[in-house]
Nanobody
Framework: EVQLVESGGGLVQPGGSLRLSCAAS????????MDWVRQPPGKGLEWVST????????WYADSVKGRFTISRDNAKNTLYLQLDSLSPEDTAMYYC?????RGQGTQVTVSS
């Protein structure tokens, strides 16, 4: 059974940073591209970033480009998202995703 467990969210002031983690199990993590998506309050899911299985290529939504960094450690079956220069517009539930499957999410709230 595929399991994705996100962690690392919290309340942070504008301009602050967080590092999200996603622990994966139930599949061969190193074989798959992985995504981060987010859902702001009252809005739909929006794609944030994708990383290839071998970490060679990454892609970012324009809204986070230059501020967020996706990475992975295949030896640890873990996906990461470094969030820097956070703004209130980044407030959302963040999910890691493999294909159509996503975890339970971790809440990021940016507020002074």
């Amino acid at each position: 059974e595929v399991q994705l467990v996100e962690s690392g969210g919290g309340l942070v002031q504008p301009g602050g940073s967080l590092r999200l983690s996603c622990a994966a199990s139930g599949f061969t993590f190193g074989y798959y591209n992985m995504d981060w998506v987010r859902q702001p309050p009252g809005k739909g899911l929006e794609w944030v970033s994708t990383i290839t299985s071998d970490s060679v290529s990454t892609w970012y939504a324009d809204s986070v480009k230059g501020r967020f960094t996706i990475s992975r450690d295949n030896a640890k079956n873990t996906l990461y998202l470094q969030l820097d220069s956070l703004s209130p517009e980044d407030t959302a539930m963040y999910y890691c995703k493999k294909g159509a499957i996503r975890g339970q999410g971790t809440q990021v709230t940016v507020s002074s």
